[in-house]
């Protein structure tokens, strides 16, 4: 028997009336959120981790020549693999055609006491192999690098969604705020593929978007104060633009990014004071600077970006974002030929800093609450298609991504996941990239499944429909 008209609106009054003081309580929450949107935010999880710094290897970091040891192909040297089951796409394009395989060009060994084999090409990070927990056998959703680029550090291969810096600062907000809570430094020969939107806030409120700093100089152009102009005036010039910003978002209530402007500037205010001396690595003692190899200068530029990453979370930044690489080119990751070559060059710039960023934040106290995190967009082929050329490189491989953390309540010495004896993809089964963001964000203290952000009618998430938490590699 159907229900009348009348009897459906008084069954669904409770639930309609549900739906509106949602949206209400939903408003409400906005509205304090633009109050303070970086006031510090209890963990969902107890976690030692209070800061994250993750170091992104731009241009597709080779997985078999760098952590994922595979001596059976020395055997297939120059021939075709054996057919696998089960690949599909590019990759799968790739192995049916002709081709030969490629092993590593460069030695691998045991390091530490847990008999890890790394590429010697790695020397300085080998003796801190006993800090780390590998995870092999990661699939990303795109074997291009734009796509693979934003899905790795957005969670999803189209622009316009919310970086991983973005939803940490948003679940947990900011410890210092003379500076940002989230803190960019680029490889300063230039950008990533994607840009600025490797950082961006996506549909999450502008205020937890990344701020670009310079590894040397300003770390923002224009936040000098003015010449003639004193700190006091500043003040009142800015307490004044503040009233008139304040008057204009009064009656423009859902424009968040006119709240986000006027954060920026009293953050540039305060930035002023604190942000130039946290560049100034003047003050360093000689010795930590040549740990991280600022007497060199192959690794002097990325050098100082591992430094200045000590230094803003040791200053309380919540997020720091490294990257190394420049588009596609070559000085990205991203080695179709010369892999011998080439890689050498990538491996020289980044070991020591990275090795002595690790060394130093154990040595202060603070890797165990920092998480350090090594990513790229995606692994390599360890075949190729060119079947004549001298100068080998490698084809891209989305199946194949091979990922590092270290710190807090990382388990150290641990993997999860492998790869098949060929370093193609995972041996069993892969490791979809939303797991890895939901272990990230579970060393973080914060629940995947709760930590969401209300957009064009979708609870939206980091982990998009939800990850599994990688509990091999977790204490």
């Not at 309609?16 to 304090?32: N, R």
């Not at 690949?87 to 002709?98: H, K, Q, V, Y």
């Not at 502008?206 to 040397?216: D, E, V």
Request: aromatic share 8%; charged share 25%.
């Amino acid at each position: 028997m159907s229900a009348s008209r009348r009897d459906f609106l008084v069954r669904s009054w409770n639930g309609i009336g549900g739906l509106a003081l949602s949206q209400l309580l939903m408003d409400d929450l906005s509205a304090a959120a633009a109050v303070d949107p970086m006031a510090v935010k209890p963990q969902h999880l107890p976690r030692r981790a209070k800061r994250c710094i993750y170091l992104f290897m731009a241009g597709g970091a080779s997985q078999i020549d760098t952590f994922d040891y595979k001596p059976k192909l020395r055997d297939f040297a120059g021939k075709r693999l054996p057919k696998l089951p089960g690949l599909s796409g590019e990759i799968e394009g790739f192995l049916d055609a002709p081709h030969r395989a490629i092993p590593s060009p460069f030695e691998f060994k045991q390091y530490g006491k847990s008999g890890r084999y790394m590429s010697t090409l790695f020397p300085h990070m080998g003796e801190m192999v006993d800090e780390m927990a590998f995870i092999h056998g990661i699939k990303v959703d795109n074997n291009n690098h734009g796509p693979a680029t934003m899905h790795v550090n957005t969670g999803s291969q189209l622009q316009g969604s919310a970086s991983v810096g973005s939803w940490i600062t948003y679940g947990l907000g900011s410890e210092n705020r003379n500076l940002p809570g989230y803190v960019v430094i680029q490889d300063p020969r230039g950008a990533p593929v994607n840009g600025s939107a490797v950082w961006g806030n996506g549909y999450l409120p502008a205020s937890y978007q990344g701020t670009q700093f310079r590894s040397t100089g300003s770390p923002i152009l224009d936040l000098e104060l003015p010449k003639g102009l004193t700190r006091d005036q500043q003040r009142r010039e800015f307490d004044f633009l503040a009233q008139l910003n304040q008057q204009h978002a009064a009656e423009r209530k859902t424009s968040p990014e006119l709240d986000a402007r006027i954060d920026a500037y009293e953050l540039a205010f305060r930035m002023q004071m604190e942000a130039p001396k946290l560049v100034d690595l003047g003050s360093e003692p000689e010795p930590v600077k040549k740990l991280y190899g600022l007497d060199n200068p192959i690794t002097e530029p990325f050098g100082r970006q591992c430094l200045l990453a000590r230094r803003l979370v040791e200053s309380g930044v919540r997020h720091v974002l490294l990257i190394h690489g420049v588009e596609i080119g070559k000085f990205s990751w991203d080695d179709h030929g010369n892999v011998k070559e080439r890689m050498p060059q990538h491996a020289a710039e980044v070991d020591q800093p990275v090795a002595a960023l690790l060394k130093d934040l154990k040595g202060k106290g603070l890797l165990e609450e920092t998480l350090v995190v090594w990513t790229s967009e995606m692994g390599r082929t360890p075949f190729i298609n060119d079947l004549k050329g001298e100068k080998p490189g490698r084809d891209h491989n989305q199946f194949g991504l091979t990922v590092w953390m270290a710190g807090g309540d990382v388990k150290a010495g641990e993997t999860a996941g492998a790869t098949d004896e060929f370093g193609i993809r995972a041996a069993e089964m892969p490791i979809p990239m939303r797991d890895v963001h939901a272990t990230v964000l579970n060393l973080m203290g914060l629940r995947d499944d709760r930590l969401t952000y209300l957009h064009a009618g979708r609870y939206r998430r980091l982990t998009d429909i939800g990850g599994q938490v990688l509990n091999p590699i977790v204490s």
